[in-house]
C-alpha cells in the first residue's frame, strides 16, 4: 500500500447518520500505518471520541477543503456546493456517470481543481463484481417501507431506528390483509434483502431477474399490489412502469418502492416521476385512481445506520488496506476520466496519476 492519508468527511446531508469507515476499522488501517484524519459530526452514528481512541486525528466538520493536497477524502453522498474547484481525490457516491442532473457540473468541478472523483459505485474487482456496497440494506429498507405503506402503518416523519425495532414492526397482526408483492432484481445484494423483509413481513414475493425482463410480462408485473424494484440498469432497457399503465383500468399495483432511484437518468426503468421522495414525506401519490404510492428514497441504508455501516466499512476496509493507483483504484480513475471524456469536459491540471 502506498502511504495514504484518509480524510473521513462530515456528511453535509442532514438525514445521513452512516459512515463508510466505522472505529473498528479505522484501527485497523491506523495500525498499518495510515493517516487518518476524522471530521466532527454531530450526526454520525458514531461519535469522533470512537475514532479518537483508535488512533485518528480530529479536525472540524467540513475542513477537508483545507486538507493536504495529498489526502484523499472519504465519504458517502453528494458535496457541498462550495468550493467551486475540486483539488482532492474524492471517495464517494458520486452519480454522475449515466447522465443525472447535476453531474456535468460535478465533474467540471473536479475539472477546474484538478481532483479525481473514485466513485465507490465503480470500485469493482477484475470481474465486474462491487467491492462495497450498500445494496442489502437498500432493499431490505425499501420493502420494509413498502409493507409498511400498504398496511397503513408507515409513519411520517421517517426516523432511524435499530434492526429489531423494525423487524417487529414488520411481522404481520391479526387482520392484515394478504397482498402480493414483485421483487425485480431479485438476485442481486438489493433484491435479497427486500426478499428478507417481505419475509419477515409473511410475504412470500414473486421474484423476477435477468430471465424475467428480457421479454417483460407488464400485465403480470402489473397484476402485483406492491413492487419492488431493485435493477441498477447499465445499459438503456424498456421502462417497468409506463406513464400508461398508470391509467391501466385493470392494475392492482398500488405500491411502488424504487430502491435504485435513477431518476432523471436516460437508464431510469420507472420514468414514471420525476423527484425523489424525502424522510419528511416519505410517499407520494402518483395517481390518484387506481391509487398508486411511490417511495424513492435514495439513502435508505441510513435509517439503519449502525447496521449498514458496520457491514460497508468490513468490505471497503480491504481495498483501503490496498490503495494503490493501480488495480481497483485505478479503474474507479479511468472511470472518472471516461465520464469526462463522454461529457466534453476538457481535463485541468492533474495533480493525482
Partial sequence: MTE????????????????PLVPSDARRLVDAGVTLTVEQSPQRIFPVEEYEAAGCRTAPAGSWVTAPADAVVLGLKELPDEPAELRHRHIFFGHAYKRQPGAAGLLRRFAAGGGTLLDLEYLVDDGGRRLA???????????ALAVLQHRGRLDAPLTPTAHEELEERLRPVAGDEEFTALVIGALGRSGRGARVALHTAGVEPTCWDLDETRNLDRPALLA?????NCVLATTPVPPFVREADLDEPARRL?????????????????????????WTDPVRRLHK???????????????????SSVDFSASLLPPL???????????????????????????GESRHV
Fill in 4 to 19: 495514504l492519508h484518509l480524510w473521513l468527511r462530515h456528511e453535509a446531508r442532514a438525514t445521513e447518520r452512516r459512515t
Fill in 133 to 143: 456496497a450498500f445494496g442489502y440494506w437498500a432493499g431490505y429498507l425499501g420493502a
Fill in 224 to 228: 402485483h399490489d406492491l413492487l419492488v
Fill in 254 to 278: 398500488r405500491t411502488l418502492s424504487d430502491v435504485t432511484c435513477d431518476v432523471g437518468s436516460p437508464l431510469n426503468v420507472l420514468p414514471v416521476y420525476d423527484r425523489t421522495t424525502e
Fill in 289 to 307: 385512481e387506481p391509487p398508486l404510492d411511490l417511495i424513492a428514497i435514495d439513502n435508505l441504508p441510513s435509517l439503519l445506520p449502525r447496521e
Fill in 321 to 347: 488496506l490496498d490503495f494503490s493507483t493501480g488495480g481497483a483504484w485505478g479503474r474507479c480513475r479511468d472511470r472518472f476520466h471516461q465520464a469526462r471524456r463522454e461529457l466534453g469536459i476538457e481535463e
